[in-house]
């Protein structure tokens, strides 16, 4: 085991280990059956991608539409001074629409003529034990950490293999390491996948991590974070987060994240030497929030990240994340809760971000984000020396209250991408209609 696995268990263990006396979660288990909930999620996803510069012969249109059930059990904790459980989900995928021609959006997996598929299917689970407020896990299962982060994101959610312990035994303290070593991407059913970066991917033995979030009070947390992707980087990430009421309906929130990124090991994607920070103040009146925020990356290559959602910054939006190599970046964005004006449950998201001053040329050569090029006979670094872009998303959601329909959403979003071709995402508009109708079935 690498020193870092090693670290990020005893980091968890260390903080609880004084702790044990004290009454925890364990104390109120009432078995394995009594504490248990099954959920069925049926997700209906409809996405369109029109590139707006594709050249002579390429595709220019994506279109797909699917339908998903994703279903979860989480069983109780067996009572007793340890208890044990298990977790299990089953998922079903299935094409309602699509052809040859307007496949790859990333909702279906694809054949190999390049067709979506007219189905897939996966099912996972994980064994658990929990001591006091302290859970262990191994085996299959959605993560979510600043540093790895598994998405979900399109008509199935990715999964990943591996242990992750969790630790609350302190108010207001919630720490978290894993260790993971095998990935199910979002439009596969292949537990042996990678997990693919800008220029990295996993497989040269998986990713380890651990961090913890403190809740101050109500109005003020820190996190703090640090990943190691094997042979490749150690990441380090941190996060404050302010609340400021000012009066009746009124706050001011400040929010800062930070990234630092160096290569390690054998640097498997090269030199990376690379400082990635935002920061956004949103206002709050009433039903209405407008919020600004400012986005740069310092270093010669982009800001990198294995696990679908793994980047925590202000301007990682719909279609691009706006971490390009020594990019600035600045958003605009507006938002407003219809719950005031008589009709809970419909809310409303508009936002304009813009880049700039991206240069991925000074990236080392020969590196994931400079590889050479053999047809050309050249390096050819995955940005260029003057790349700009901008974005605006619209978004509509609506979640029923009560009824017979409770819990149903429904939610549209749209996006307009617009680059030079030293950004390198190009020109596209893109459309997802999503519906949702979870049902507690235990």
Known sequence: M????????????????????????????????EDASLVLLNRNFYMNHDFRDAAP???????????AFIGTFESGFTQGTVGFGVDAYGMLGLKLDSGRGRAGTGLLPLDS???????????????????????????????????????DLRLLPETATGFLLTSSEIEGLDLTAGHFTAFNNRDSTNRGDEFFGYGVDTSAGGIDFAGGSYTVNDNLSVSLFASELAQTWRQYYGNFNYN??????????????????????DALAGEIDNTTYSLA???SLG???????HQRVNGDTPFDYVGGDAIYL??????????????????????????????????????YISGADIDGTHAEQGGAYNPFDEETGDFVPLQGADGKHWERDLEVSYVVQAGAAKDLSLRVRQ???????DQGEGNIDEVRLIIEYPLEVL
């Open 57 to 67: 012969g390429e595709q220019s249109y994506q279109e797909e539409w699917g339908q």
């Open 415 to 421: 996006a307009t991408h617009r680059a030079n071709s």
């Open 244 to 265: 400021l009421p000012i009066g009746d309906e009124q706050s001011l929130n400040f929010d800062a994240n930070l990234y630092r990124t160096n290569d390690h090991g």
């Open 2 to 33: 690498h020193a870092m696995k090693w670290s990020a268990l005893a980091l968890a263990v260390s903080a609880v280990g004084v702790q044990l006396a004290v009454a925890g979660q364990q104390d109120e288990a009432q078995g394995f059956v």
């Open 281 to 283: 103040l949103a206002y």
């Open 113 to 151: 003529e390049g067709r979506a598929e007219d189905d897939y299917s996966e099912a996972g689970g994980v064994v658990k034990l929990r001591l006091s407020s302290t859970v262990l896990k191994y085996g299959e299962m959605q993560v979510a950490t600043p540093v790895f982060d598994t998405a």
């Open 314 to 351: 202000a301007n990682s939006v719909q279609y691009s994340d706006f971490n390009g190599a020594n990019e600035k970046s600045y958003q605009a964005r507006y938002d407003l809760d219809m719950s005031s004006f008589g009709v809970p449950g419909l809310s409303f998201m508009a936002r």
């Open 287 to 293: 039903a209405q929030t407008f919020t600004l925020a």
